[in-house]
Every structure is written in C-alpha cells, then in structure tokens.
C-alpha cells in the first residue's frame, strides 16, 4: 500500500496528505478545506488565478522537505509501494 502521511505546513498549519517516491517525485493531496485557508492560494486566486491551476505553496515546500529531513515523510521508491504502484 502507498505510504501516504499527513504533512503540516509550519507557516499557516494546513495539513496535506504526501507521498514521496523520490526527492524529485511528490503526490500531494490537497483537502478542499486546506486549499481554501491556505494564504498562499488566497493570495494567488483573489489575483485572478484559478485555483486548480496553483501547483504548489512555496511554504509547504519547505514544510515537506523538513518532514522528509526530520524522518516524518519517507521517501518510497515507486517500485517498493507495492503493486498497486506498478499498475498506475
């Protein structure tokens, strides 16, 4: 099974769900309640962005590559998650 963790954002306290296949590769599942509060996002959308097109938060960058730096987040290699990853 994927190895999918909560991850925080130091800078506002939204949590998002990650995977990290490699130090390239990261899933991250946004909750519509995170994308809503995140400042970043409201910030870039109230500028006229659509907010499905953000990538990303620069914060939660960060915040992601402490996790994975501290332990928290664990880097899988895609063929190490298991089956259902050789099927996506």
Do not use: Y
Not at 35 to 42: T, Y
């Amino acid at each position: 099974m994927p190895d999918v963790q909560p991850v925080e954002c130091a800078a506002c306290g939204n949590q998002v769900r990650c995977e990290k296949f490699s130090h390239a590769h990261t899933s991250v599942q946004w909750t519509a309640e995170a994308a809503a509060v995140c400042p970043e996002f409201g910030s870039r959308v109230a500028a006229g962005e659509t907010g499905a097109r953000i990538r990303t938060c620069p914060a939660l960058r960060d915040s992601i590559g402490r996790a994975v730096a501290a332990g928290v987040l664990t880097v899988t290699r895609r063929d190490d998650a298991g089956p259902e990853a050789a099927d996506a």
